[in-house]
């Protein structure tokens, strides 16, 4: 079974690549916005437990949020792996999912970040915002607040995943079909 991180800032391509990399490697792309829509949408024990803390314009807690991706994770039984896109965001999630993975007899393969300047992010995600119809893609300084974000909570997980020899770091700027191919580069010798 082969388990892929794939994590970057907003805007760096994750969602893009996950596509391809889920058909080429015939992995279960689990996308943490996707489960928290699917448990918010069908009012599932968890989503009415994250939805209490939404409502009060707070982070949802770690613990429900593994607690979602495993109920997600457990659903594929026969999968050839998993593609986890926006999972792990902090080292207690990290330390989670290694605890959770070997009950299932499996652990993280790689992590693989798209790296990017911000200036460059900033620009796509304006440009994506033009047709997302996602309010969070069109204002620059709510952007910045999520980078901010992303650079106090989810960058520590670079060193987290480094003393584990389980980190790659790729060049997000270029096509689409360049990055895929960095990206396949980096899998395929693992």
Partial sequence: MINIVLFGKPGAGKGTQAEFLKEKYNLTHL???????????????????????????ELVPCEVTTAMLIDEVKK?????????????????????LDKFLPTIGSEVTATIALEADDEILVARLLERGKTSGRADDQDEDKIRVRYQEYNE?????IGYYKEQNKFHAVNGIGTIEEITERLTSVIDNL
């Fill in 76 to 96: 594929h039984p026969d999968t050839a792996g998993f593609l986890f896109d926006g999972y792990p965001r902090t080292i207690n999630q990290a330390e989670a």
């Fill in 31 to 57: 996308s943490t916005g996707d489960i928290f829509r699917f448990n918010l949408k069908n009012d599932t024990e968890l989503g009415k437990k994250a939805r209490v803390f939404m409502d009060n314009g």
């Fill in 153 to 157: 909570k989810t960058a520590p997980l």
